[in-house]
């Protein structure tokens, strides 16, 4: 059983593992849609309305033309439901989706869960996944937007 919670080790060059996850509004999105279309850009972090989180999502908005001249999507994941990920858009003006993670499944298959006392907790990861549906890019906490677009 403790296996089955561990998280994998990923790193570039690594096929991004598969998933699909609803958005906010209840559409469905699944990773595999976007290859040979579109970069993706996959934003883990811990919780809707929590200062990190409002800070490094609204850097991404403020960069949102940098990321679309890239050829890129972004998505927001954690474990929030459709309302609460409804009302950060509302409040915060995310021109992104933010996905459900609800049993934080994903966020585990992305190395982006940690163990806080007995609790498993998301743990801010930034994951760019090129075309290819390879991992192009892949870092813990808050890296620059700069960063991001230079792995794009």
Request: proline letters at 5%; a positive charge; glycine letters at 8%.
């Amino acid at each position: 059983m403790a296996n089955a919670q561990k998280s994998p080790k990923l790193v570039v060059g690594d096929r991004a593992p598969r998933f699909t996850l609803e958005s906010q509004n209840g559409g469905k999105v699944s990773l595999a849609q976007f290859f040979e279309k579109q970069n993706v850009v996959l934003i883990f972090y811990p919780g809707d309305m929590t200062p990190g989180c409002i800070m490094q999502l609204c850097a991404v908005r403020d960069d949102w033309s940098k990321f679309q001249r890239k050829d890129t999507v972004v998505f927001g994941i954690n474990h929030g439901d459709k309302a609460s990920h409804a009302e950060f858009i509302k409040k915060y003006g995310f021109p992104f989706p933010l996905l459900v993670d609800a049993q934080k499944r994903v966020s585990t298959k992305y190395g982006a869960i940690k163990n806080f006392f007995k609790t498993r907790i998301i743990k801010r990861t930034v994951v760019v996944v090129g075309k290819d549906g390879k991992i192009a890019y892949i870092k813990s906490g808050m890296p620059k937007n700069s960063d991001i677009l230079k792995a794009l």
